[in-house]
């Protein structure tokens, strides 16, 4: 042992008696072992006047960026490696892989500063940053500054408070390198937290907005109460094969995956808004699938003989046939665009045509046993609005809005092209096209909208619908007069047993009457399966159902925000 030293996280020691740069090199290895314990080190040692503070400030400093350009240089090293297999070129085009060099070149800087600051983003950001080929000689400047900036904070603070945590530690647990790492959490930590608190104090004001909102409750907290509900009925009426015999029109009921477009064509025409499935080519890998030249100008030429776009004056809808939650719905206004498009999807779509109406509601039906049917509620369905004051931007209207903050990570995304402009007074910009809470569309009690007629729209249209008797129909109505008069309606989309009677996001309502609703209608998903299974449907296992989710997960390969 070294007369005067102290033993680093590594085993590495550092004395006193040392030269200055012999002690700088020490730090700079120590960082390449557990880099922040060592830069917490090195504010006790300078502390103690065991090295000096720009000894510990530059060993610990050059440690640091040489570690950085190391990450990059391994990004750079995989890249040349990887990108000469075919499972990358197909999940990273070079046209892809070029977008990312770009974002780096010219917003990258801001992500390269802050995750040296943010724990558990430094390692994914730096290697992708080498992967991509961002230019080194900016990325080595940036990372600079950031460790300019990080290194006399960590050191200093350590410095200032560490001494005296490592002593409170060392009393507790013993001296030994846990002790260091033990200090090393707590001052990161801390940091941490103090550097969150500084700078996202936006982010946290708005989260705590959402979590004391039950319509942005994540789906885990929203469900976790009915858990002793489900294992009741469970052991009732059975759980998977019940659940899953409710709609015979779908193999699993609409569990999981269920095809958008089968479920449309379980209604009589008259009632549907038409559609036609597009599916790539077959026989392959499910990473390898793709819409051929063929099968997209085969897609054009049905579009063109039914004459749903009309010159594409109108758009119509593109969206993945076993899609969840609104994701990936898009408006498609040209035939380049729909081109483009399919060329860049690996699982089969719907296609849509585009219907204008003003109204747009879930109606939520339920074929009880031995009866016609019920319309359960409806949810009115009010899409996102930003209203211009002629000053200023999309964006900052957004971030003004009271609502529409609380999902601008959705519009944001969705709008990125216009969020610079500055719409004028009174003007509005629609913000979504998917009627779905998760895209940013307001959910309302529609019971105001019920009549004896839209009822009677309602049993008609599910009257002759084979094997649908449980679930929500999103259905678009020219106005809400008509609506209410059961006319004009068309169905946009049928969805199963997991659909939800979404008038429960009702912002008024709250969480108990949200509870409230879903007993009730699954409770009747149950008493339909075991009616079913006793008329002799034949459910799914949970095996089953799990694989199907599998299968639908590695086949789905869409953007999460829509149009």
Request: hydrophobic share 50%; glycine share 10%; net charge positive.
């Amino acid at each position: 042992m070294i007369a005067d030293a102290s033993t680093l996280p590594g085993g590495l020691e550092i004395a006193a008696n040392m030269s200055p740069w012999l002690q700088a090199a020490i730090l700079m290895l120590g960082t390449f072992i557990l880099e922040d314990t060592t830069a917490i080190a090195a504010g006790i040692l300078a502390h103690s006047g065991t090295i000096s503070m720009t000894v510990a400030m530059v060993g610990t400093g050059a440690g640091i960026f040489i570690g950085d350009l190391g990450l990059y240089a391994l990004g750079a090293a995989a890249a040349r490696g990887a990108r000469g297999t075919g499972w990358i070129r197909r999940r990273l085009p070079e046209a892809q892989l070029a977008r990312v060099s770009r974002w780096f070149a010219g917003s990258g800087w801001k992500a390269i500063v802050l995750s040296r600051f943010v724990s558990g983003t430094r390692l994914p950001i730096y290697l992708g940053a080498g992967f991509v080929g961002a230019g080194f000689a900016r990325f080595a400047a940036w990372t600079f500054v950031a460790v300019l900036a990080w290194t006399p904070l960590v050191v200093g603070a350590t410095a200032l408070l560490g001494s005296s945590l490592l002593a409170l530690a060392e009393r507790t647990i013993g001296s030994s390198p846990l002790a260091w790492l033990v200090v090393a959490v707590v001052v990161v930590v801390a940091m941490q937290l103090a550097i969150l608190a500084l700078t996202r104090r936006r982010a946290l004001w708005l989260s705590a907005q959402r979590a004391i909102r039950f319509e942005f409750w994540p789906t885990w907290a929203v469900y976790a109460p009915l858990l002793p509900f489900f294992a009741w009925n469970g052991l009732r009426f059975g759980f998977a094969r019940t659940l899953t015999a409710v709609n015979p029109c779908w193999p699993d009921s609409g569990v999981v995956g269920e095809s958008k477009q089968l479920g449309l064509e379980a209604f009589d025409g008259g009632f549907v808004s038409p559609s036609f499935r597009v599916a790539p080519s077959d026989g392959v890998p499910a990473e390898a699938r793709a819409f051929t030249d063929a099968l997209i100008d085969e897609a054009l030429e049905t579009l063109d003989a039914r004459g749903w776009t009309r010159g594409w004056t109108q758009p119509v809808i593109v969206k993945p046939d076993a899609g969840q939650r609104g994701l990936a719905v898009r408006l498609v206004r040209s035939a380049t665009e729909f081109r483009a498009l399919l060329a860049a999807t690996r699982a089969p779509v719907v296609v849509q045509r585009f219907e204008d109406g003003a109204c747009e509601v879930g109606l939520f039906f339920i074929r009880d046993p031995g009866t016609g049917g019920r319309l359960f509620s409806i949810c009115d369905k009010r899409f996102a609005h930003a209203t211009g004051d002629g000053r200023s931007t999309l964006a900052q209207l957004i971030a003004r809005d009271r609502r529409l903050r609380l999902q601008e990570r959705v519009f944001l995304a969705r709008m990125r092209d216009r969020l610079g402009e500055v719409p004028s007074a009174g003007e509005r910009i629609r913000l979504g096209n998917a009627g779905n809470h998760a895209q940013g569309c307001l959910f309302v009690d529609g019971e105001r909208l019920r009549t004896p007629a839209l009822e009677a729209w309602v049993l008609r249209a599910c009257a002759n619908a084979r094997g649908f008797h449980y679930g929500r129909l999103d259905v678009r109505f020219p106005d809400e007069t008509a609506c209410m008069r059961g006319e004009g309606g068309v169905i946009l989309e049928a969805n199963g047993v997991t659909s939800e009677s979404t008038n429960m996001y009702d912002p008024s309502f709250g969480a108990l009457r949200a509870w409230r609703i879903m007993f009730a209608h699954w409770s009747a998903a149950f008493r339909i399966g075991a009616a079913n299974r006793a008329a002799g449907a034949h459910g799914l296992t949970l095996r089953e159902v799990l694989r199907r989710r599998r299968a639908w997960r590695d086949s789905a390969s869409a953007d999460d925000i829509a149009d």
